[in-house]
């Protein structure tokens, strides 16, 4: 059941982390994720990566090799409730790392859990679309 004023709020987290992810801004990224030994998250292709400082320290490596990023998103599904919600995109990321470029699209499945009146992005699953 989708909560609007909810619902709003997440998908302005969600927007949060694109533009952590795109601007490669580690500060900002720190900002939308739950800092805590249970986040999860998983790069497409990757390996999970369970608490936020291997977390952390996956982004930090994606943004030191990579010298731009532009993602294109669409909101495929969207379903929030008091405490708990997700945004499932696809995602088309062309990346620039030296000297080449990248484009490659996924589909991401973000999951936010409502923590101390704030939402908190605690799980991003990113699974590559083959083609």
Wanted: proline residues 2%; contains cysteine; hydrophobic residues 40%.
């Amino acid at each position: 059941m989708t909560n609007l004023p909810n619902k709003e709020t997440v998908l302005e987290r969600n927007q949060a982390f694109y533009n952590a992810f795109s601007e490669r801004d580690i500060n900002q990224m720190s900002l939308v994720w739950w800092q805590g030994s249970t986040s999860l998250c998983i790069h497409p292709g990757g390996n999970v990566l369970i608490g936020w400082d291997i977390i952390r320290d996956s982004w930090k490596s994606i943004f030191r090799n990579t010298d731009f990023l532009e993602i294109d998103l669409e909101i495929i599904k969207v379903e929030i409730d008091q405490a708990l919600g997700y945004v499932v995109v696809g995602e088309t990321v062309l990346q620039s790392s030296r000297g080449r470029k990248f484009q490659g699209q996924s589909i991401g499945t973000n999951v936010f859990q409502k923590m101390a009146q704030k939402w908190y992005l605690v799980s991003h699953h990113g699974s590559p679309i083959m083609r």
